[in-house]
Nanobody
């Protein structure tokens, strides 16, 4: 079992630029494909951004140009840098790790965009 721990959420003003972090234990972090998902109240969980073990990235259309996913394998951490936040970005953000057909989730961190 891989335990993922997210941090960095909170109340953010529109236009804000928070950074989410997700730490994963173990010495095979570099082999994981990592992703950020989000789920707003009453909506399905959706993929926000994904980064492969090789560093290839892909993004939801709604966040392209505003969010950047990155990883630091030396720190076993994946980041989601968000800029120009909008109220519609309000959601619980979940970290996901995939390896060898196994998928692991964190508990999530709430991001609320409001003035």
């Amino acid at each position: 079992q891989v335990q993922l721990v997210e941090s960095g959420g909170g109340l953010v003003q529109p236009g804000g630029s928070p950074r989410l972090s997700c730490a994963a234990p173990g010495n095979i972090f570099s082999f994981y494909a990592m992703a950020w998902y989000r789920q707003a109240p009453g909506k399905q969980r959706e993929l926000v951004a994904r980064i492969s073990s090789g560093g290839a990235t892909n993004y939801a259309d709604s966040v392209k140009g505003r969010f950047t996913i990155s990883r630091d394998n030396a720190k076993n951490t994946v980041y989601l840098q968000m800029i120009s936040l909008k109220p519609e970005d309000t959601a619980r953000y979940y970290c996901n790790a995939e390896y060898m057909l196994q998928s692991y989730w964190g508990q999530g961190t709430q991001v609320t965009v409001s003035s």
